[in-house]
């Protein structure tokens, strides 16, 4: 299967902020995170389909998410809004700041037509039976 390289950012949503007002277990919430946004090309280039699933890897873990085009994209760059999902491919590391480094991250993203984006629920056991520290320094793979 194809790999696509790219830099990943995330941040805030609308309707990311509107799903955390009526709580991280409803529809909206986990709906606006657990979506990549990706560049049209990108998709094309990785072989997936707007809705296909994808396993997003960084250097710290990874998670399966739903790919969809970026209303505003750029080649290369991939956005996943915060949350659970994303909290999974980012460090613990701060650097003296409050605030882990979230953007500017080298992602890889696979196709995964076998896997599932997991509910909130499922994440959080997924979690638990691993129960790994969380890492401020790269994954040795």
């Not at 609308?14 to 955390?20: E, T």
């Not at 277990?25 to 979506?35: A, G, I, K, N, P």
């Not at 710290?60 to 909290?87: D, T």
Request: hydrophobic share 35%; charged share 25%.
């Amino acid at each position: 299967m194809p790999n696509l390289e790219v830099v990943l950012l995330t941040g805030r949503t609308r309707r990311q902020g509107v799903g955390l007002e009526l709580g991280k277990l409803s529809d909206v919430y986990q709906e606006s995170t657990t979506r990549i946004r990706l560049d049209a090309k990108d998709l094309e280039k990785v072989g997936v389909k707007p809705e296909e699933t994808v396993l997003v890897k960084t250097d710290y873990g990874s998670v399966v998410l739903l790919a969809v085009i970026a209303s505003r994209s750029r080649p290369g760059i991939a956005f996943i809004p915060y949350g659970p999902w994303s909290n999974l491919l980012i460090g613990g590391g701060t650097d003296s700041t409050g605030m882990p480094s979230s953007k500017g991250l080298k992602a890889v993203i696979t196709p995964a037509p076998d896997k599932k984006v997991l509910t909130l629920r499922e994440l959080i056991a997924e979690q638990r039976a691993v129960a790994k520290p969380l890492s401020t320094k790269p994954q040795k793979t």
